[in-house]
């Protein structure tokens, strides 16, 4: 009898353990970070945005009671081709618009920003800035010491016909 040549035997593995074990797991943990990351950045854009809208909503609120406001100079300074307009008068109308109304949903805070007034003496400009609360996210950027802020600018005059 021939002696047969040793072959090495593999050692057997137990059934559903294999060498990529595991790397399933890794890899749909990092897709729930990624579409997670991903949810939560639309979310916080959309929060911004959405404020962004009210905030500019209050500034054409002040933007068009400055103008309205103006309408005293009539007596004084005649009519024109507009109302005349001046830098206190939008400053104030602006003040007194914002102390008026309650923050609106998703905005911690807003203020009158530089650059309020009248160029022209004809148009009121309104600008204004505020801090944006974001949803889920928030308490963290605040942590952080970081925040959202938003600047919008609004422009009104009013013209006369004739």
Do not use: F, K, N
């Given at each position: 009898?021939?002696?047969?040549?040793?072959?090495?035997?593999?050692p057997r593995?137990?059934?559903?353990?294999?060498?990529?074990?595991g790397r399933l797991t890794v890899l749909?943990?990092?897709?729930?970070?990624v579409a997670l990351t991903l949810v939560l950045g639309g979310l916080s854009v959309t929060s911004v945005q959405i404020s962004r809208m009210r905030l500019l909503d209050a500034a054409d609120a002040a933007a068009l009671d400055a103008v309205d406001d103006s309408t005293g100079r009539?007596?004084?300074d005649g009519v024109g081709a507009s109302l005349p307009v001046d830098d206190a008068t939008v400053q104030a109308a602006a003040a007194?618009?914002?102390?008026?109304?309650?923050?609106?949903p998703g905005v911690t805070s807003w203020q009158v920003a530089p650059g309020t007034g009248s160029p022209d003496g004809q148009t009121a400009v309104v600008r204004m800035r505020g801090e944006a609360d974001l949803?889920?996210?928030g308490g963290l950027i605040r942590e952080l010491g970081g925040s959202v802020t938003v600047t919008v600018e609004s422009r009104a005059r009013a013209g006369t016909t004739g």
């Amino acid at each position: 009898m021939t002696a047969r040549p040793r072959v090495p035997v593999r050692p057997r593995v137990p059934v559903g353990l294999h060498d990529d074990e595991g790397r399933l797991t890794v890899l749909v943990v990092g897709l729930l970070v990624v579409a997670l990351t991903l949810v939560l950045g639309g979310l916080s854009v959309t929060s911004v945005q959405i404020s962004r809208m009210r905030l500019l909503d209050a500034a054409d609120a002040a933007a068009l009671d400055a103008v309205d406001d103006s309408t005293g100079r009539i007596h004084t300074d005649g009519v024109g081709a507009s109302l005349p307009v001046d830098d206190a008068t939008v400053q104030a109308a602006a003040a007194d618009t914002l102390a008026g109304r309650e923050l609106p949903p998703g905005v911690t805070s807003w203020q009158v920003a530089p650059g309020t007034g009248s160029p022209d003496g004809q148009t009121a400009v309104v600008r204004m800035r505020g801090e944006a609360d974001l949803p889920l996210i928030g308490g963290l950027i605040r942590e952080l010491g970081g925040s959202v802020t938003v600047t919008v600018e609004s422009r009104a005059r009013a013209g006369t016909t004739g």
